[in-house]
């Protein structure tokens, strides 16, 4: 049985609107493949990260007193997720290694962050490795990596398939620009180094986040880690 981590984005699972129908599609088709395939899920903090960052911010708080805000925020979207899934933890796990261990087939592990200094993209392949999982599918609010920004540039292609590599040339080079990477950079790091290929899906999509969990093709971007 493959073992997939889903990274779930915050503002994907938070859309802003009729959350709760969102939250009860993903939580049914999750549960709908969980025979199939081996699943943790890691929850991104979206808009309650937000609040509490920029409030944060406004008050004075450093990096640090925000990351640990955000992880609280990630935390608290896992546990809703969990209530969709019939099944919340009363406490979250912490780690990567916690998910691990509680990771069996059959059952859906849901966290969100684990400590300041990334994002909870780095988490869900710091979740893989410890798994040993197949792939990371990375749900986010846009439907494929891009040749250029599609806001800005009118030539922007979509790009189906791409490597590990190119990825990391991608994300280096914006990262200094641009507070919302397309993914994060360590967690790049590990995809590269532990070869775990990422399917980058817009999550807002149900019926395609589930092909790419299953491993079928998907549209949206795969990235081969094994080349
Ligand atoms: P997210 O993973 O949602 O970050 O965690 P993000 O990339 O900023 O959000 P999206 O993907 O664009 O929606 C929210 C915040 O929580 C802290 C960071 O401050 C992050 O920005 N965080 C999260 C950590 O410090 N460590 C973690 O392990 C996870």
Same mark, same amino acid.
């Given at each position: 049985?493959?073992?997939?981590?889903?990274?779930?984005?915050?503002?994907?699972?938070?859309?802003?609107?009729?959350?709760?129908?969102?939250?009860?599609?993903?939580?049914?088709?999750?549960?709908?493949?969980?025979?199939?395939? %081996?699943?943790?899920?890691?929850?991104?903090?979206?808009?309650?990260?937000?609040?509490?960052?920029?409030?944060?911010?406004?008050?004075?708080?450093?990096?640090? %007193?925000?990351?640990?805000?955000?992880?609280?925020?990630?935390?608290?979207?896992? %546990?809703?997720?969990?209530?969709?899934?019939?099944?919340?933890?009363?406490?979250?796990?912490?780690?990567?290694?916690?998910?691990?261990?509680?990771?069996?087939? =059959?059952?859906?592990?849901?966290?969100?962050?684990?400590?300041?200094?990334?994002?909870?993209?780095?988490?869900?392949?710091?979740?893989?490795?410890?798994?040993?999982?197949?792939?990371?599918?990375?749900?986010?609010?846009?439907?494929?990596?891009?040749?250029?920004?599609?806001?800005?540039?009118?030539?922007?292609?979509?790009?189906?398939?791409?490597?590990?590599?190119?990825?990391?040339?991608?994300?280096?080079?914006?990262?200094?620009?641009?507070?919302?990477?397309?993914?994060?950079?360590?967690?790049?790091?590990?995809?590269?180094?532990?070869?775990?290929?990422?399917?980058?899906?817009?999550?807002?999509?149900?019926?395609?986040?589930?092909?790419?969990?299953? =491993?079928?093709?998907?549209?949206?971007?795969?990235?081969?880690?094994?080349?």
């Amino acid at each position: 049985m493959d073992k997939v981590v889903v990274s779930v984005g915050g503002s994907v699972l938070i859309p802003g609107n009729n959350d709760s129908e969102y939250i009860s599609r993903l939580a049914g088709m999750l549960s709908s493949v969980k025979d199939e395939v %081996q699943l943790a899920v890691v929850c991104g903090g979206g808009r309650t990260a937000r609040y509490y960052a920029t409030t944060g911010r406004e008050l004075g708080g450093d990096t640090y %007193q925000l990351d640990i805000m955000g992880i609280a925020a990630t935390r608290i979207n896992a %546990q809703l997720l969990g209530v969709a899934l019939g099944d919340m933890p009363e406490r979250v796990p912490e780690t990567a290694a916690e998910t691990a261990r509680a990771s069996e087939p =059959g059952r859906i592990v849901v966290m969100g962050g684990t400590e300041p200094g990334h994002t909870t993209d780095a988490v869900a392949m710091m979740v893989a490795r410890e798994m040993g999982a197949d792939r990371v599918v990375n749900a986010t609010a846009v439907d494929a990596v891009y040749t250029a920004d599609p806001r800005k540039d009118p030539n922007a292609e979509k790009i189906p398939r791409m490597t590990i590599e190119r990825l990391g040339e991608l994300v280096y080079k914006e990262h200094d620009a641009s507070a919302s990477s397309v993914f994060d950079p360590l967690g790049v790091q590990i995809a590269r180094e532990s070869r775990i290929d990422i399917s980058m899906v817009d999550g807002r999509n149900v019926e395609e986040l589930r092909k790419a969990i299953l =491993g079928q093709p998907f549209d949206g971007t795969f990235v081969d880690s094994h080349n």
